[in-house]
């Protein structure tokens, strides 16, 4: 309240005494809006920030019932790729963070030591933001709950390329029931962002022979993102 009043004198001081939007009487109604003392002013949260916070209050479908954590996403604005998986796994939905178990430590070599960028520059996220139960595919209605989310972060984060983590991904945003082998090897698009289609990390672990085609779909992103040739 003190500092309204602090804005409004300096405002009064500043536009004059004659300024037809600040009369007396104006300001004294504008008191009158102000939340009585002791209710702070509330800053809205813009952008992801505000995303994060609808996110976390999210019980949209029954997988916001069975979660521990739901797990946003995490990474900066405008960078060269946005990985996205199908959704959060066990130790996700403990730390609240996206791919931290076994299948993001691939992940997180696969952009250090293949394209050779640190992973705190890419955006990674998931389809789904709440875990579920036992790993399971996410169910259609689930995933329709949730896209909203995932438009929103897309628009707002503005990745060079988007880079679709297995078949749930790919088939999320391609709008499509194809396999993921006719997917995969074709550089598609998503509202205008060139868009790749690759392994999800944790089908690379249970067959390390398709590292090789994976490698060759991250070569396929580096160069839409204009990224020199990585490291292999
Ligand atoms: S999965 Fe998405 S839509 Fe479902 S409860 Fe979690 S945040 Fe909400």
């Known amino acids: 309240m003190e500092t309204l009043e602090r804005f409004m004198e300096e405002w009064a001081r500043v536009l004059g005494k004659g300024c037809p939007l ?78 931290v178990g076994p299948a993001g430590e691939l992940l997180t070599a696969m952009i250090e030591k293949g394209i050779g960028i640190p992973r705190s520059r890419v955006y990674i996220t998931n389809v789904v933001k709440c875990r579920p139960p036992g790993n399971r595919d996410p169910e259609a209605d689930e995933v329709e709950a949730c896209w909203g989310f995932l438009v929103r972060q897309i628009q707002i984060v503005r990745p060079r390329v988007l880079i679709c983590l297995g078949r749930v991904a790919a088939s999320a945003l391609l709008r499509t029931r194809l396999p993921l082998n006719v997917l995969r090897g074709k550089p598609r698009r998503f509202q205008g962002i060139p868009l790749v289609v690759t392994w999800h990390p944790s089908y690379l672990l249970r067959n390390p022979a398709a590292k090789r085609g994976a490698w060759e779909d991250l070569k396929k992103a580096m160069a839409l993102a204009g990224l020199p040739p990585g490291k292999g």
Request: aromatic share 6%; with cysteine.
């Open 22 to 99: 600040l009369s007396k009487e104006s300001l004294e109604d504008l008191k009158a809006l102000a939340p009585p003392p002791g209710i702070p002013f509330r800053e809205e949260p813009v952008g992801l920030e505000a995303i994060y916070e609808e996110i976390r209050a999210c019980r949209a479908c029954r997988l916001g019932q069975v979660r521990r954590k739901p797990v946003p996403g995490e990474g900066p604005l405008e960078p060269p790729f946005m990985f996205i998986g199908e959704g959060p796994e066990a130790m996700e939905d403990q730390q609240g963070k996206p791919f």
